[in-house]
T-cell receptor, first 112, second 111 residues
Framework: DQQVKQNSPSLSVQEGRISILNCDYTNSMFDYFLWYKKYPAEGPTFLISISSIKDKNEDGRFTVFLNKSAKHLSLHIVPSQPGDSAVYFCAARRWDNNDMRFGAGTRLTVKP | ETGVTQTPRHLVMGMTNKKSLKCEQHLGHNAMYWYKQSAKKPLELMFVYSLEERVENNSVPSRFSPECPNSSHLFLHLHTLQPEDSALYLC??????????FGQGTRLTVV
């Protein structure tokens, strides 16, 4: 039962443009959402998070949007840089629970 | 450096071998996790330990056996694995309600 879905396995954008990565979830009990970034041969690293009491959280070039009614969140990166090229994982959990579920990841390629 | 250290980084084992993966964190976290990452699949949660007590076991085959002797250390004991168990095994830790910090993973190949 895949409770967190990232339906786009890959995304390619030009340097300087906006990257939008999407994520959907099915479990309405999730109330804390995270994005992780993963380079080859490394573990995922935490990027940004959002709790269900907010609909937007911004950190520099990264902004996460949450649409609870649609059970959808997205990560915006603007402007995109070649160093952003990596696999991005969406994750969801309940704040009081250690059961964190991940999507399959989206491979972002930012072309110079 | 995330503060979560996994050893070994690479492991090749035969189907009859017994080996163990080790994970260590000194971040003061009270939860530790094992995840499996296979090609083109989501990160699969295998086990969760909270305050050294196992709280999650997502129908993982018994050939994988976790051990959490204290809040800083986590092991994954492997025996009689199958080639399809070849994957990247990731350890993570977190405080309750916080984001998880991952180790660099152990790339396991079963031959």
């Amino acid at each position: 039962d895949q409770q967190v879905k990232q339906n786009s396995p890959s995304l390619s954008v030009q340097e300087g443009r906006i990257s939008i990565l999407n994520c959907d979830y099915t479990n309405s009990m999730f109330d804390y959402f995270l994005w992780y970034k993963k380079y080859p041969a490394e573990g995922p690293t935490f990027l940004i998070s959002i709790s269900s009491i907010k609909d937007k959280n911004e950190d520099g070039r990264f902004t996460v949007f949450l649409n609870k009614s649609a059970k959808h969140l997205s990560l915006h990166i603007v402007p995109s840089q070649p160093g952003d090229s990596a696999v991005y994982f969406c994750a969801a959990r309940r704040w009081d629970n250690n059961d964190m579920r991940f999507g399959a990841g989206t491979r972002l390629t930012v072309k110079p | 450096e995330t503060g979560v250290t996994q050893t070994p980084r690479h492991l090749v084992m035969g189907m009859t071998n017994k080996k163990s993966l080790k994970c260590e964190q000194h971040l003061g976290h009270n939860a530790m996790y094992w995840y499996k990452q296979s090609a083109k699949k989501p990160l699969e949660l295998m086990f969760v330990y909270s305050l050294e007590e196992r709280v999650e076991n997502n129908s993982v085959p018994s050939r994988f056996s976790p051990e959490c002797p204290n809040s800083s250390h986590l092991f994954l004991h492997l025996h009689t694995l199958q080639p399809e168990d070849s994957a990247l095994y990731l350890c993570a830790s977190s405080s309750l309600g916080g984001e998880a910090f991952f180790g660099q993973g152990t790339r396991l190949t079963v031959v």
